[in-house]
Structures are given as structure tokens and as C-alpha cells.
């Protein structure tokens, strides 16, 4: 047996006998790339001390990864398809391994961030090589079921990324973070040698550059708008990206629309299934995300838990992606794609529903029920949504297929954090502002205190470190008079630290509750538009789909331009589909 493996996928006349263990790396190489961004949430407090980070400081780590690797997805996809998906998937880890050593040995805000960004091109690499290999090696009649647990990986790497970070600054420090990927990125490249067979589209025309840089021009620009406008403000940097993805996106639209061999068929977003497909994947994500980013900081500031006691508290999360993705392998088949993606965001909205009831009463007890229907709604949704986009591209394109797919994750998410963000912060500023109304605290100190949760409790245990400080120089002194004054002083500073931190917990368990409500109407809504937009399950079967609700020819000719490959790929899929 050879120790790498060299026989392209495209050329055996069988499917691969080792695709499950070949999968097994797949689903190692999407854990590092998700956990990247989630381990990070509970790492942050202890960059942000170690390295002194300001408020957009800290935003920029966590986002600096994001906007390259929403930005190059597809037109990095559309080179690995014509050249190696393999060798992308493998050139990927190399450059996020070399991103994240290099993010835990800068000691400056501007080197975690370009580290990030390093690492946000690896993943730009790695994220759809993982999906067009997996659709590359799997026959048609197992694809979904691949695709069920490389979603669930994407799933619990969520909940996974705050529990492997807790345990690590437990002994370590936050450069511990990124170092764990390293030893990951390295198993997975030997993985990927041996056990994934190299792929490539058998036929390929030239690439379209110059869709691909437009492409990389309007989602870079509208992320970094997403990002820059509710965190900072709508100033001339948000107002000149948001005017340049509007004119990137026409550019980009007109030109693909043009062009013989486009990168992407912007046409295939005129099917309702694609479509529906796209929607409930960014949707979703924009809930997933959102919520995760202040229920991360409510466990943590609100109820006192530690980053490892975080992580271990996210855990019925991942556990509910298991059972979710195990009942949509099972129901899909026999009910369609629309019944189980839609009841997968009815869940989503019912999750954020019960959110809406937090207060400064609610225990972790109150949130296991939400988390339970949230694991289960991602199960649910993703992997029949993931299977459809994938299903719609010819041989030739999987890895834009998987930047499709992974382009509107990214999207979603960043919407997510952004949106729902800004809505936590404004709610939050403005419920403390009237819980510390009837206080005597300075107006410096609340104004504060308004700038973030942590910046909240962070003045209330400064007010008492100081109340302490008081207490003792009154014990000490010799002076009655002195004394009495320090005393009362330290009376006045302790009751303000308490006022202080009640109002803070309050006022972010408020905003909590009103930001859920914005999350589950943003899903609801977004619930009607993919039913509609979805088709029944007789019409899947009508246009082209097989018995286990997966297209066998999704490419129509009128969309590929012509392509001889389209035909080809499709038939020898379809023939490796058993009859029914």
C-alpha cells in the first residue's frame, strides 16, 4: 500500500474504499477553521489585558479573520477545482498553521490582527475544498449522509471552540489559543496525503479572474461594512464600503451574467431551490451566531462561570447537532428537504423565543431548554441545505459549490454578530442608563460602564477594590476624624459597587431578552420566505431529483453554458445511485 494517496478520485471506476476515513480528516480540517473564530469569544478578556486592547481593538482580532475569508472563498474555490482541490485543502492548513503560530508569538493589537488575517486566507482555502472533496468522493447515494456529519462537526466545533479554550487558559495563556490548532493542522495534513485521493474538475476552461476579484471585492467590502458600521459608526469608512459592494455587486452580476464560462452562474439563484437553500443557511447562521455571541458573554459576566465552565455549559449544544443531524439523515429521504429545513428554523425561532424571557432572576437552568431545540434546529436545517447547493453544481465546480455554501455561512454569521450586536449594545447602554438613575455614581463612571458588560463589572470591582483600600487606610489611622471619614467613604464606594454590578446584570440580562426577540422575528420572518421559496417534495421529484431528495441533474445546459462535464458528471453519478 502507498503511503500517500496518488490515484485521482475521478479516475476509479469504483468509489473509494477508504472516503469514510477520508472524511474523517475533512471534518478535522472544518473543526479547526470554526473553532478559530468561537474559541477566541472566551479568550478574548485575557488578550485584551495582556495586550492592552481597546474596544475596536479586540473587534478587529475577531473580525480580521472574517473579512478575508469571506472575500476569497469563491474565487479560491473556482482555482482549486481547475488545479487541486487536495492541494488547495492542503496549501490551507499550511498557511492557517503559519497564521497561528504567528498569532501567539506578536505582542501588539496590529500582529493579532494580521495573524487573524493570515489565517482567515487559510481557511478561505480550506473551508470549500473540504465540501468539493467530500462531494467529489462520495457516490451521489452517500453524499448526504457525509454531508449530515461534515455539518455536524460545524455544528459542535461551536460549542467545542469555548470548552478547548477554557481548559487551555486554565493553565495556559490566551497564545495557547492559537498554538492548539498547529498540532490539528498538522495531523490533518498528514491525513490528507494519505488518506484523501486528489481531485480536480476533468474539464476545466480558463478561470474567470476577473468575476472572481469582483467577487472578492463586493463580499470583502460588505462585510467589512456589516462590521465596521453598528460596531463603530456610520462614518466615511462604512458609507465608502457599503457604496462599493453595491457597485462591486452589479459589476460583478452584469459581468457573470455576460460571460461564457462565468465563476458563477448567477442564473442558478433564479431556481427556488438554490435560492431557498442560500436564504436558510445565511438565516440561520445569522441567528446561530448571534445568539452564541451574547449567550457566551451572559454565562460568563452575568452568572460568573469561567471560560472551562462556559465551554462545559455549551455542551448540550453540540450533543443536540448529533441527535438533529441523525433524525434529518433519517426524515429527509421520506418527508423532502422542506419539511425538515423548515422545521429546523421553526425550532431556531422557538430557541430565541425562550430567550426572550431571561432576567436578572434566570439561572443556567433557564438556558439548557434553548440550547437543547438550538442543536437540534442546526441538526435539522443545514445538512439538507448543504446537500442542495452542493447538488446543483456540475463535477467541474464543487469547490464554488462549497464557496457558495460556506460564502453564505460567513455572511449570515457576520450579519449575526453585527446586527443582533449592535441591537445587545444599544439596549444594554439604555437599560443601564435607568437602572443607575436613582444612583449617586459619577457620570464618568456610567458612561463607562455603558461601553460593554465586561467594562461594566470591570468599574463595579474597581469601585470596591477601592471601597476596600478605604476601609483599610480607616483602620489604620490614628485620627478619629479621618477615620470616620474613610469609613463612610468606603461605606458609599461598597454600596456603589454593588449598585453598579446589580444594574450591569440587570441591564445585559434586559437587553439579552429584547435582542432575542429582534433574533426570533429576523428568523421568523426568514422561516416564511424559505417555505415559500423551497419546493414540495413531488416537485423535487418533477424537476430532476432522485428518490433521497438529491438532485441527478442539476445542471441544466441553458446554465453551464454547454458544458460537456455537466452531462458527464451527472450521468455517472445518476448510474451509481441505486434504482428505486
Known amino acids: 500500500m502507498r503511503l500517500v494517496m496518488n490515484e485521482p478520485v475521478e479516475s476509479m471506476d469504483r468509489p473509494y474504499a477508504r472516503r469514510w476515513w477520508a472524511l474523517l480528516v475533512l471534518c478535522l480540517s472544518l473543526l479547526i477553521i470554526v473553532m478559530a473564530n468561537t474559541a477566541l469569544t472566551v479568550a478574548a478578556p485575557d488578550m485584551t489585558q495582556d495586550l492592552g486592547l481597546s474596544s475596536a481593538d479586540l473587534q478587529w482580532v475577531i473580525d480580521g479573520y472574517t473579512v478575508p475569508y469571506a472575500a476569497l472563498m469563491l474565487l479560491l474555490g473556482a482555482i482549486g477545482d481547475k488545479y487541486s482541490r487536495r492541494g488547495a485543502l492542503i496549501l490551507g492548513l499550511v498557511v492557517f498553521g503559519g497564521g497561528a503560530v504567528a498569532g501567539s508569538l506578536v505582542d501588539s493589537s496590529a500582529g493579532v490582527i494580521a495573524a487573524r488575517a493570515v489565517m482567515g486566507v487559510g481557511a478561505a482555502m480550506i473551508m470549500p475544498a473540504t465540501l468539493s472533496l467530500l462531494a467529489a468522493t462520495f457516490p451521489r447515494a452517500e453524499r448526504a449522509k457525509a454531508i449530515v456529519l461534515w455539518t455536524a462537526t460545524a455544528g459542535i466545533a461551536i460549542a467545542a471552540g469555548p470548552l478547548v479554550a477554557g481548559a487551555l487558559l486554565r493553565d495556559h495563556g490566551w497564545a495557547s489559543t492559537f498554538l492548539i490548532n498547529v498540532p490539528v493542522a498538522a495531523v490533518a495534513i498528514v491525513g490528507a496525503l494519505v488518506l484523501v485521493p486528489p481531485s480536480k474538475a476533468t474539464h476545466h476552461s480558463r478561470i474567470d479572474y476577473v468575476g472572481g476579484l469582483l467577487s472578492v471585492v463586493w463580499v470583502g467590502s460588505l462585510v467589512y461594512m456589516i462590521i465596521q458600521g453598528p460596531h463603530f459608526g456610520w462614518d466615511a469608512k462604512a458609507v465608502t464600503a457599503a457604496i462599493v459592494a453595491g457597485v462591486a455587486l452589479i459589476c460583478f452580476v452584469l459581468w457573470e451574467l455576460r460571460h461564457p464560462r462565468p465563476v458563477l452562474d448567477v442564473r442558478r439563484f433564479a431556481h427556488r431551490r438554490f435560492a431557498g437553500s442560500n436564504l436558510a443557511v445565511a438565516l440561520f447562521f445569522l441567528a446561530v451566531f448571534g445568539a452564541f455571541y451574547y449567550l457566551t458573554q451572559h454565562l460568563q459576566f452575568v452568572l460568573g462561570y469561567d471560560a472551562l465552565e462556559t ?98 455561512i460567513e455572511l449570515g454569521g457576520s450579519l449575526g454578530i453585527a446586527v443582533l450586536g449592535s441591537v445587545l449594545a444599544s439596549s444594554y447602554s439604555s437599560h443601564l442608563s435607568d437602572a443607575a438613575s436613582g444612583t449617586k455614581l459619577p457620570g464618568n463612571v456610567l458612561s463607562t460602564a455603558q461601553d460593554s458588560v465586561g467594562a461594566g463589572y470591570a468599574v463595579a470591582q474597581k469601585l470596591g477594590e477601592q471601597a476596600h483600600q478605604a476601609a483599610q487606610k480607616a483602620a489604620v489611622t490614628t485620627d478619629p476624624q479621618q477615620a470616620a471619614q474613610l469609613k463612610a467613604q468606603a461605606g458609599q464606594l461598597a ?43 413531488g416537485r423535487e421529484a418533477a424537476s430532476g431529483k432522485g428518490d433521497e431528495g438529491h438532485e441527478t441533474a442539476e445542471a441544466p445546459e441553458s446554465l453551464e453554458g454547454g458544458r460537456p462535464e455537466a452531462s458527464v458528471a451527472s450521468r455517472k453519478e445518476t448510474a451509481e445511485t441505486p434504482s428505486a
Open 495 to 537: 454600596d456603589g459597587a454593588r449598585q453598579m454590578a446589580d444594574a450591569v446584570g440587570s441591564s445585559f440580562s434586559d437587553a439579552v431578552a429584547h435582542t432575542s426577540v429582534v433574533g426570533a422575528v429576523i428568523l421568523g420572518v426568514g422561516t416564511v420566505l424559505v417555505a415559500v421559496l423551497l419546493p414540495r417534495k
Open 311 to 408: 465551554g462545559i455549559r455549551m455542551l448540550p449544544l453540540a450533543g443536540a447537532v448529533f441527535v438533529g443531524s441523525a433524525l434529518t439523515g433519517l426524515l429527509t429521504p421520506r418527508i423532502g428537504m422542506k419539511i425538515t429545513v423548515t422545521a429546523g428554523m421553526v425550532a431556531g425561532t422557538t430557541s430565541l423565543a425562550l430567550l426572550t424571557r431571561v432576567d436578572s432572576g434566570s439561572t443556567y437552568g433557564n438556558f439548557v431548554l434553548p440550547l437543547v431545540i438550538l442543536g437540534l434546529a442546526i441538526g435539522l436545517a443545514l445538512s439538507p441545505c448543504t446537500d442542495a447547493i452542493m447538488g446543483s453544481f456540475p463535477e467541474a465546480e464543487l469547490g464554488v459549490g462549497g464557496a457558495v455554501n460556506d460564502t453564505s
